[in-house]
């Protein structure tokens, strides 16, 4: 990515603190509202550590298939050490250019990365461009309106936004809903 927002790596244990994942309870946010389930092909763009996609992982089972997306190779490295499943790919590349082939995921996610570029729209137009027709983007971000720790509220993308965005990349049926105390959700359908 070409921008200064990415996350500091020297920061990379806060993403896989205890309280935190207790926090965002990650399973029931895949499958309660992402629609998660065994056998899938999910894409977690800017996966960080893996704390989501190895949970995604475990959910899509051994015949689902899971990308893990960053252009980061410390936190891929990271990720590596943590021993993933063989349903487990790792994709060293930009998450708004993956690489990857069109129409090939039912699900992809984009958990609190679109306020780490200066151009959020190609992150959801590359999520548009991996799903198949029917399939689902989960995007979970900092709220805006709370003075919370996070990044800082200049870059945090607001729920009209991140809806005029899915909007504008094709999607449908848009949803957003506070999910924890510093966090929302916004969901949509390609």
Same mark, same amino acid.
Request: hydrophobic content about 35%; aromatic content about 8%.
């Given at each position: 990515?070409?921008?200064?927002? *990415? ?85 060293? %590349? ?15 996610? %984009? ?47 607001? *729920? ?22 510093? *966090? +929302? +959700? ?5």
């Amino acid at each position: 990515m070409t921008t200064d927002l *990415h996350f500091d790596i020297s920061k990379a244990s806060r993403l896989d603190n205890e309280g935190r994942i207790r926090e965002l309870r990650i399973p029931e946010l895949l499958r309660d509202i992402g629609g998660a389930k065994k056998g899938i092909t999910c894409v977690d763009l800017g996966c960080g550590t893996g704390t989501f996609a190895l949970r995604l992982a475990a959910i899509a089972g051994e015949k689902g298939k899971v990308f893990a997306v960053d252009d980061s190779t410390a936190m891929l490295d990271i990720l590596k050490s943590r021993t993933p499943p063989a349903n487990f790919r790792w994709v060293k %590349a930009d998450f708004t250019t993956t690489g990857l082939e069109s129409n090939s995921a039912d699900f992809c996610l %984009a958990a609190f990365v679109l306020h780490e570029t200066k151009e959020p729209q190609k992150i959801i137009n590359e999520a548009f461009r991996l799903l198949k027709p029917g399939g689902i983007l989960l995007a979970v971000e900092w709220r805006p309106e709370l003075d919370s720790p996070g990044p800082s509220q200049r870059i945090r993308i607001t *729920h009209e936004k991140m809806e005029a965005m899915f909007r504008q990349a094709g999607f449908q049926d848009f949803t957003d809903q506070n999910w924890t105390e510093k *966090h +929302y +959700y916004g969901r949509g359908k390609k």
